[in-house]
């Protein structure tokens, strides 16, 4: 089982900017893939952007909604992903989700407690 807490959630005006953090715990492989989604007031669960770890070059993915705007980004040593968020817009308020995928499945099969970005306008 692999624990995930995220941090760094907070109350942002409109334009400005916040940084997630996840960190890994437990049974972590070399190989996986480790993303953040978000769940806003009365949605579904959206997927904001996901990162391969475990290899020299990450390959990084993002939701259409906030490409150029956010960067994730790891920390192996530390077993951390972060998510840089800047030019923040009022729908970015939500509860934001680290999860974890081991490489080679299709389920992300373990979550974090999840971290409120709330955004101002």
């Known amino acids: 089982q692999v624990q995930l807490v995220e941090s760094g959630g907070g109350l942002v005006q409109s334009g400005g900017s916040l940084s997630l953090s996840c960190a890994a715990s437990g049974r972590t492989q070399p190989f996986v893939v480790m993303a953040w989604f978000r769940q806003a007031p009365g949605k579904e669960r959206e997927f904001v952007s996901s990162?391969?770890?475990?290899?020299?070059?990450?390959?990084?993915k993002y939701a259409d909604s906030v490409k150029g705007r956010f960067t994730i980004s790891r920390d192996n040593s530390r077993n951390t992903v972060t998510l840089q968020m800047s030019s923040l817009k009022a729908k970015g308020t939500a509860v934001y989700y680290c999860?974890?995928?081991?490489?080679?499945?299709?389920?992300?099969?373990?979550w974090g407690q999840g971290t409120q970005v709330t955004v101002s306008s």
């Open positions: 999860a974890h995928r081991p490489a080679g499945t299709s389920d992300f099969s373990s």
């Open positions: 990162i391969l770890w475990g290899v020299v070059s990450p390959s990084t």
